[in-house]
């Protein structure tokens, strides 16, 4: 699995485990 880091609509970041 690989940690994925992405951009939220609000300017976040949000950290994805999949």
């Known amino acids: 699995?690989?940690?994925i880091?992405?951009?939220t609509e609000t300017g976040g970041i949000?950290?994805?485990q999949e």
């Open 5 to 7: 880091k992405t951009e």
């Open 14 to 16: 949000e950290d994805l």
């Open 1 to 3: 699995m690989l940690d």
